[in-house]
């Protein structure tokens, strides 16, 4: 177990970075003895770049460095060629194409890649009774949590303006002739809650593909680990949703799973004392209240960062039971009074180091 003094910057064991929520450690863990280890690796080696908006850190334990450095290039490379057919921030992208059609009533052709990913958003829009929206984009420049952050906090009626555009139910899809339309002019889709999720898995299967089994892929708050780092299973810790940003307030043992967090803390504003981030309600226009950070943790990356948006708007008392619903999921959150749930699957797996730090 890790004291508060080890929870500070220089935490013995880390690899990489904390960013969005997540962090490996590799501390503890050993396998029992006796236990055979199938391995083959004998060192780390690892890569870092920017790519979708956020930090991308891809590490493998392995023994070819020049094998595992054209696996995590290749890796990298898909993680830009999704930027480039998801992202809104170029008006070339197969989604910013559907924005830009919005309200003409004729549907825009895309790849089957992309309509299989809106086809995804939409059954998690339809779980969640909308919780988990991606026509939230027609904020798109009301709320302002980017590179345009100034600040500030848009006026109520230009929320409330915005607000009519927000319904999921307005992107009409047609997987068959693989087109996709918005009924209303003036809407936007964004598939900001649901992409790097689905990047972390197809980085995953190049990785596969080339021969490696114990790896780890983390963009952001999304995070899959692979196998083992040799004789010791990999450690994921999750941050403190109001501590430095490389502190932690639990560790688990992780083995062929994702975590995905979502938090309040790396896209907001504090404006008369009071946080709004970047995870917008869509009932309401406003950033959700009554959470922190929910960390999801399952098989793969698109369902566990669909579903951390969701369980963050619903709140821990309602999320949690749609956790505890679902096979092979489970769940942490810090309410907005600093209280952490803990799943029924993860209560044996999970150490809290120290409670979270408390704080606007």
Not at 3 to 29: E, Y
Not at 68 to 74: F, K, L, S
Not at 147 to 176: I, M, T
Not at 290 to 298: D, E, F, N
Request: glycine content about 10%; some cysteine; hydrophobic content about 40%.
């Amino acid at each position: 177990m890790i004291g508060d003094r080890r929870r500070k910057a220089r935490v013995r064991g880390v690899i990489g970075l904390c960013v969005g929520g997540l962090a490996l450690l590799t501390i503890g863990a050993q396998l029992s003895a006796g236990e055979p280890d199938p391995r083959t690796g004998d060192h780390i080696i690892e890569r870092s770049r920017t790519a979708m908006g956020t930090y991308i850190h891809i590490t493998i334990w392995g023994n070819d460095d020049e094998k595992a450095v054209a696996a995590i290039d290749e890796a990298f490379g898909e993680f830009e060629r999704i930027d480039k057919l998801m992202t809104t921030w170029t008006d070339t992208s197969e989604v910013s194409r559907i924005n830009l059609a919005a309200g003409s009533g004729k549907a825009v052709e895309v790849s089957p890649e992309l309509i299989s990913v809106l086809e995804r958003a939409s059954e998690d829009s339809k779980m969640s009774n909308g919780a988990f929206d991606i026509t939230v984009g027609s904020f798109s420049g009301v709320w302002k949590f980017d590179e345009d952050n100034d600040g500030s906090v848009p006026a109520p009626e230009l929320v409330a303006a915005r607000k009519k555009l927000v319904n999921w139910k307005d992107l009409v899809l047609d997987p068959a002739k693989h087109t996709a339309r918005l009924k209303k002019k003036g809407q936007k889709i964004t598939l900001g809650g649901i992409a790097k999720g689905y990047s972390v898995d197809k980085a995953v299967a190049i990785l596969r593909a080339h021969g490696f089994v114990d790896f780890i892929v983390q963009a952001g708050g999304d995070m899959y680990c692979a196998g083992r780092r040799g004789d010791r299973r990999w450690r994921v810790g999750i941050r403190d949703p109001r501590g430095p940003r490389d502190s932690y307030f639990a560790l688990a043992e992780v083995e062929d799973r994702t975590f995905s967090t979502s938090g309040d803390y790396e896209r907001f504003v504090i404006k008369d004392g009071k946080r709004y981030h970047h995870i917008i309600d869509p009932a309401t226009g406003y950033p959700a209240s009554g959470v922190r950070s929910v960390t999801i943790m399952a098989k793969d990356g698109i369902t566990a960062e669909g579903l951390s948006k969701i369980v963050f708007i619903w709140g821990a008392e309602r999320g949690m039971k749609l956790i505890e619903s679902l096979p092979d999921v489970d769940a942490v959150v810090v309410d907005a009074q600093n209280h952490v749930t803990v799943s029924k699957g993860l209560k044996d797996k999970l150490t809290i180091v120290a409670p979270p730090t408390d704080g606007t």
